[in-house]
């Protein structure tokens, strides 16, 4: 590619596993589920934003639904390691394999 064409990131996303200790459950639709994982993504004006998934704590799959992350200072320090974790796992690429 050349140096005069500018490249458009238009997303940067990483899933993270919440440990165990942190996990949490919410109710969607009657349905009570454990949230497991982090969606983070980075946005355009250089904050963070994050979704929690899981699933139901009754079994199955379940849907694909997102959930609010509470306002814990503990997520907030997991969504912040886990950005700066993939800042150095981004910069540390060795190109396609």
């Known amino acids: 590619m050349s140096s005069d064409v500018a ?3 238009s997303a940067l996303a990483i899933n993270v596993t919440i440990p165990e200790a942190l996990r949490w ?3 969607r639709r009657g349905e009570e589920f454990e949230l497991t994982t982090l969606n983070v993504r980075l946005l355009r004006d250089g904050h963070l ?3 929690a998934y899981g699933r139901p704590t009754a079994g199955g799959r379940g849907a694909y639904v997102s959930f609010r992350v509470p306002d814990r200072p503990e997520l907030a320090a997991l969504v912040s390691e886990a950005a700066e974790r993939a800042g150095e796992l981004w910069t540390a690429h060795r190109g396609l394999g």
């Open 25 to 27: 459950t919410d109710t």
């Open 49 to 51: 934003a994050a979704k």
């Open 7 to 9: 490249v458009d990131v």
